[in-house]
């Protein structure tokens, strides 16, 4: 967004959305692990440590917002990254956190 360039009500909504389906630590925690790749479900549990059906709705709700893809490859869904501009999002607010006094990383 331009500095002399305004949403309209339409638009906000559009993205506040965006940023909500990005702000459950879960549903980051499964971004994190699509960064890497093209991802089953049963991957995915695996990596985060979460159950099969909360990793199932996260994933929902990243798909209806746009985020995440899925194809089916029988007898799995794989699942991505849909936008690159989910990895930029993810790298500046990583930046932002940075900035803070705790670190992030392991």
Sequence with gaps: ??????????????????FKAL???????????LM??????TA????TGASQ???SRHLG???RAGLVARRKCWP???????DPAVREICRV???CATRQDEPIFE
């Design 1 to 18: 967004m331009r500095p002399n360039q305004r949403l309209t009500a339409r638009g906000l909504e559009l993205v506040a959305a965006k």
């Design 23 to 33: 702000s459950d630590p879960t549903r980051l925690a499964v971004v994190q692990t």
């Design 36 to 41: 890497c790749g093209e991802q089953t479900v």
């Design 44 to 47: 995915i549990v695996e990596a």
């Design 53 to 55: 059906p909360n990793v």
């Design 61 to 63: 709700v990243l798909h």
């Design 76 to 82: 799995h869904c794989l699942y991505s990254i849909a």
């Design 93 to 95: 607010m990583c930046e």
